[in-house]
């Protein structure tokens, strides 16, 4: 198995920034990619970004597109989520997630990962 423990949610005004960790640990040498997912009250889980676990290749939701910038430390087993210029429609819980599939096309759908972490909310103010 491989857990996820996420950290760096919280408070922050229209225009700020705040920069989520996702430490793994487990069976970590399974994984081939991470991803992140946000939900908000009332909506479904929607895809925000994702890395490759070799190569770091990345991968983005059209509304996070160059203002959101997804990162690993392999060493560290710990991927990172930047969040630049955040709005308040950003506001939800967000949780990060492993997947063993190599098929970097799949990493923007939720069925496509075997892992997820408990969550971190994020809350921006206008």
């Known amino acids: 198995q491989v857990q996820l423990v996420e950290s760096g949610g919280g408070l922050v005004q229209a225009g700020g920034s705040l920069r989520l960790s996702c430490a793994a640990s487990?069976?970590?040498?399974?994984?081939?990619?991470m991803g992140w997912f946000r939900q908000a009250p009332g909506k479904e889980r929607e895809f925000v970004a994702a890395?490759?676990?070799?190569?770091?290749?990345?991968f983005y939701a059209d509304s996070v597109k160059g203002r959101f910038a997804v990162s690993r430390d392999n060493a560290k087993n710990t991927v990172y989520l930047q969040m630049n210029s955040l709005k308040p429609e950003d506001t939800a819980d967000y949780y990060c997630?492993?997947?063993?599939?190599?098929?970097?096309?799949?990493?923007?759908?939720?069925?496509?990962?075997?892992?997820w972490g408990q969550g971190t909310q994020v809350t921006v103010s206008s």
């Open positions: 997630a492993s997947t063993s599939s190599g098929y970097s096309g799949s990493y923007y759908y939720s069925n496509a990962y075997d892992y």
């Open positions: 487990g069976r970590t040498f399974s994984t081939y990619g």
């Open positions: 890395i490759s676990w070799i190569g770091g290749r990345t």
